[in-house]
């Protein structure tokens, strides 16, 4: 395999060592827009780590298949007797087990293949390197299951890898953009960072021909492994924030910290609210049990949808509110999701006599996962409105500062934060309208 240029400088700078014969970074990240070649940096890195310095190897991935695509390139040079003599030599053991692929060499190299989760890496011994492949989906929790595997090593020798692409709105990821930022303003001393990409979006209603400068210099291999034609054809077909994360390499101005970026929140408000639609009302407790907020959401079928902040109060002060404005919209109401610890259950029991069973719902943490991401990709594919009114001021701020809140071990998140409760009851409301199948009789006024 040939590398690139620009991939040999990336190899290197892993590769490279000390005076002490200690890796010189123990801290690699390498972000890139996609299909330009990472991986092809990552199976050299890995060969030579195997087989030249017996190094003891985790791959971790996202996802299973893509775990499972790394090992089936890289066990290609160790299964050619006829291609890599000298490779094939050195094997012990190949597993193919699905989920639990591994190469093991008789030079003590090994290197394991695992998707990650927050039990990910138990079982893994004596590890020296972890490679973070799809690091934009990496939770802390993920990072924390693995971090103990270092910390074990025999050698003392420590180097984490960390490859992907800047992370979207849906993304539950938050470790690559921190190690992005801590890499980019204040990095410590044996961290190396590189990075293709532009600093800021191109301009609204900008061409393709505007853009093609940009596509050339954050695409080391446009015009080798990458061409005009088909990256034009991804430039007619996305919204220009989708086409800027992922063909440009931009990073979403907050992307390390809040879960909906200020920029897709702020195009997304409009200044009436649309009438009609079917009507959904979402309740959020917050787990502290100081807070409760109601929002509401409009779906139309062949128009964007449209949220609504409706109220935020104190748990403190009852929930007498909350069914004074629901009751006597139930008859126009499609469902009420209610979701919390704290009043959750109270305010269920006291809707039971006004909505039938399958209109009041409790979404559990699979339903809080879908909302959360189908809020976000609603708005990132403008099908999600919401109201510029100085009524929704507690909306907004909640929605600047709600963070992604890693839930369960499949890389799923939730809205996090000190003031989350009605970007959360939004989410809910959102998540209820689209997903109900009820759609009640009569007229439906304005929330």
Known sequence: MELFEWEDGVLRAWCARDAEDRPAYVTCGLSVPRQNGKNAILEAFEVYQLAVCGAHILHTAHRVKTAKKSFQRLVKYFKDERRHPELSAMVENIRYTNGEEGIYLSNGGSVEFSARSRAGARGFDDIQIVVFDEAQDLTDDQLSAVMYTLAASSTGDRQMIFTGTPP??????????????????????????FEWGVEDMPPKGSTFADVLDLVYETNPSMGYTLDEEFTETEFANADLLGFSVERLGYWIKGSAQTAIPPELWAKTKVEEPPAGGKRAFGVKFSPDGQQVALAGCRWYP????HVQLLGVGRLADGIGWITDFIIPRAGSTACVVVDGRNGADALLDA????????????PGTRGVVAASTMFAEALRDGRLTHWASDGQQALDASVATSVKRPIGSDGGWGFGGDASAPAEAAALAYWGDATTKRDPDGGCVLL
């Open 168 to 193: 979207d709105e849906s993304s539950p990821g938050t470790v690559f953009a921190r190690t992005r930022e801590a890499a980019t303003t204040s990095p410590a001393n044996r961290t190396c960072w």
């Open 351 to 362: 809707l039971k006599g006004e909505f039938p069973r399958q209109a009041l719902l409790s």
């Open 302 to 305: 062949d128009a964007p949808d």
